[in-house]
């Protein structure tokens, strides 16, 4: 007979099996980290949370480990182990119900509701529609890429071009969310149809720049805050997680580029397509460009109407950090400045109203985002420009990275003191 290895522990040391109060904690943990996922919360934020979560629970020996594709969970001492691995799809920015989800945890490790209850809210937050209904979601891509248009120096038959192309891929994304399959080649199918509509638009209508307005309708699907949460989780020591949505990120931009060539020799063989120098509108434009962008990206991201005010006053601090520290450190670094300046203001919102801070960030952070750069680099790949496209490459990954260390400093000045 083979004897069992000494284990140090006796009979009556083992831990009983769990009460009904701890399965329902750590069934609500397991629900909740799948809802932050779901509502684009980094790796590193949502371990933090959980982490925060169980130990408020009781739930002291909680390990968790999250990538954008699973969550692992793990329960008990090590003799009695439970492990969960959760197969999560990626996640869409929808900062109402990640506040609610924030409200309902604070709630649940105040003891103020029982982890069961937390769970059937829990669900009724997922289930709920969406804040703004389609058609006004659908508008506000219109209005978004319109007024980004302003901010690459078009004119205005550029930004009517945009708006109208980026109106159209609103309502492209509502018919495709209906399919799986259909939603996979979205971004593919996206960027042909905007770059063959600009093209058009272009041959019918001189005065616009089917370039610029290509890239301003796209600017919505450009998977900039992928890259930027990517190298978040990169410094942040999150080394599989952020490679996995870097190269994420990447596949996305391929899948942009290649539909905007095959768009650009759809119209190429129909019509002729011009090009030609834009004049840039006034400077009270951009501001005006501003305010519009800024709304129509906080109904995209379906934030609540009283974080608007918040969001607006975050992206005029980013914009106007960015052109000052433009004038400082330069074209690639000066966005640092912009992104220490929401930073902050993004975490004395979460002190002062007691809210998460992605509320304010992610709509402002948007904006900030390098993914026309990334994609510039890539159509200048596709066109055999290597030069220019490993530059413009090369640029892009410094500004993310300078977008990162903002934030990061600003999190070091002035601490959210919240778990999300």
């Known amino acids: 007979m083979v004897a069992l290895p000494e284990t140090g522990l006796k009979a009556a040391e083992l831990r009983l099996p769990r009460t009904d109060a701890e399965r329902e904690a750590i069934a609500f943990v397991l629900a909740l980290g799948k809802a932050l996922h779901r509502y684009g919360t980094s790796a590193n934020r949502l371990e933090e949370c959980i982490i925060t979560c169980c130990r408020e629970l009781e739930l002291d020996d909680a390990e968790v480990f999250s990538t954008p594709t699973t969550i692992i969970m793990s329960f008990g001492e090590p003799v009695e182990l439970r492990t969960r691995m959760m197969r999560v799809e990626g996640g869409e920015l929808d900062m109402g119900k990640l506040a609610q989800v924030d409200r309902l945890a604070d709630q649940v490790i105040a003891h103020e509701i029982t982890a069961a209850a937390g769970l059937a809210r829990l669900d009724e937050i997922i289930a709920a529609p969406r804040r703004y209904g389609r ?21 205005l038959p550029d930004v009517a071009a945009a708006a109208m192309i980026g109106l159209a891929l609103g309502v492209l994304a ?16 996206g960027a042909a149809f905007a770059a063959f509509a600009a093209g058009l638009i272009s041959a019918v209508w001189p005065a616009v720049r089917p370039s610029l307005a290509t890239v301003a309708a796209l600017i919505v699907l450009l998977p900039g805050m992928s890259l930027t949460v990517a190298m978040t989780e990169l410094a942040t020591r999150n080394p599989i997680a952020g490679t996995a949505r870097l190269m994420s990120a990447v596949i996305v931009l391929l899948e942009l580029v290649v539909g905007v060539a095959i768009g650009e020799r759809l119209v190429l063989a129909i019509v002729d397509v011009h090009q030609r120098t834009p004049a840039p509108l006034p400077e009270v434009a ?11 990206v906080s109904i995209v991201v379906q934030a609540a109407p009283r974080a608007f005010g918040w969001i607006l006053a975050a992206c005029f601090v980013g914009y106007v950090g960015t052109r000052t520290g433009t004038a400082w450190l330069g074209t690639d670094l000066g966005v640092l400045v912009g992104a ?25 952070v948007l904006l900030l985002v390098p993914g ?37 400093i600003a999190n070091a000045v002035v601490s959210p003191r919240r778990i999300l």
């Open 174 to 189: 509502q018919v495709v969310k209906r399919s799986t399959d259909q939603a996979r080649v979205f971004e593919l199918i």
């Open 286 to 296: 951009r501001w005006v460009a501003l305010v519009a962008s800024a709304i129509g």
């Open 340 to 364: 220490f300046g929401l930073g902050v203001l993004a975490n004395a919102y979460a002190r002062w109203l007691d809210r998460p801070a992605q509320v304010v960030l992610v709509p402002a």
């Open 135 to 155: 058609v006004v979601s659908t508008c506000m891509h219109g209005v978004t890429a319109g007024a980004l248009a302003v901010f690459f120096g078009g004119s």
């Open 372 to 408: 026309s750069m990334g994609f510039r680099g890539m159509s200048s790949l596709l066109g055999h420009d290597t030069l220019t496209g490993v530059e413009t490459l090369f640029a892009m990954f410094i500004v993310a990275i300078a977008i990162v260390a903002g934030l990061l």
